[in-house]
């Protein structure tokens, strides 16, 4: 298993967290569309991680995409690891926060801007910061 800069139990982080986001960030869940708090969230910050608070996304890469999670077209450099997802018939990429491994969402190449990039990022694993 691969070793991060931040580790904790299994107990420790449900601790931490509290049931839902325990269940996205530690279990790789995900929130229903629509519904996290971030969705249309447009201030100037930073997006942190919700289980180590490492910084994620700056908010001008957020954009609105309709999909029902926030949505970014690029991350802060280093602080996303990269995994493949075979999960439910599909391959897909998943995203971890690379400072504790915690799930955050999946990132698709279907992105509107330049980058081409969408990061789909469940509310519950992220936090904000101005």
């Known amino acids: 298993m691969k070793k991060y800069p931040v580790e ?75 995994v493949k997802d075979t999960t439910f018939g599909m391959v897909r990429t998943e995203i971890l926060c690379s400072n504790c491994g915690s799930h955050l969402g999946h990132v698709f190449d279907d992105g509107p801007t330049e980058t081409g990039q969408r990061f789909c990022v469940n509310s519950a694993s992220i936090d904000f910061k101005n």
């Open 8 to 82: 904790k139990t299994e107990a420790e982080w449900k601790e931490l967290l509290g049931e839902e986001q325990y269940r996205v960030l530690r279990q790789k869940g995900t929130e229903r569309p629509h519904t996290g708090k971030y969705n249309l969230h447009f201030e100037d910050g930073t997006y942190k991680c919700g289980a180590c608070n490492a910084a994620l996304f700056e908010s001008d890469s957020k954009f609105e995409s309709s999909c029902g999670w926030p949505s970014f077209d690029e991350a802060i450099d280093g602080a996303i690891e990269y």
